[in-house]
């Protein structure tokens, strides 16, 4: 099974940046989306941006012209720079990986099969 590790979390102010790295090992043919999720103490799991074989991407609104999704195939490695940060992205990030199927397009969670073990990202105001 595919494995996964992220890294680069930590502690900004408002406003500042952050590149969160995810590398994956192990690496599984059925692999079509990669993905950054993240969770706030006491709020479910939601999407916030997947990266298919062909580089396209999606966000969810609310980071939509912050963040960025990228990888580099030749170090096994997904990226998520973060920008304009604000307090309500503070939150457990986790990388993700899934085989194609329309549920994994859209961020849904279940669709993921493989998944890190989260980094911890803190907005202050």
């Known amino acids: 099974q595919e494995r996964l590790l992220e890294s680069g979390g930590g502690s900004v102010e408002s406003g500042g940046s952050l590149t969160l790295s995810c590398v994956a090992s192990?690496?599984?043919?059925?692999?079509?989306?990669m993905a950054w999720f993240r969770q706030a103490p006491g709020q479910s799991r939601e999407g916030v941006a997947v990266?298919?074989?062909?580089?396209?991407?999606k966000y969810r609104d609310s980071v939509k012209g912050r963040f960025t999704i990228s990888r580099d195939l030749g170090k096994n490695t997904l990226y998520l720079q973060m920008n304009s940060l604000k307090p309500e992205d503070t939150a457990m990030y986790y990388c993700?990986?899934?085989?194609?199927?329309?549920?994994?397009?859209?961020?849904?969670?279940?669709?993921?099969?493989?998944w890190g073990r989260g980094t911890q990202v803190t907005v202050s105001p």
């Open positions: 192990g690496a599984s043919r059925n692999t079509y989306y």
């Open positions: 993700a990986a899934g085989p194609f199927s329309p549920e994994a397009e859209k961020l849904l969670s279940d669709a993921y099969i493989s």
């Open positions: 990266i298919d074989v062909v580089d396209v991407t």
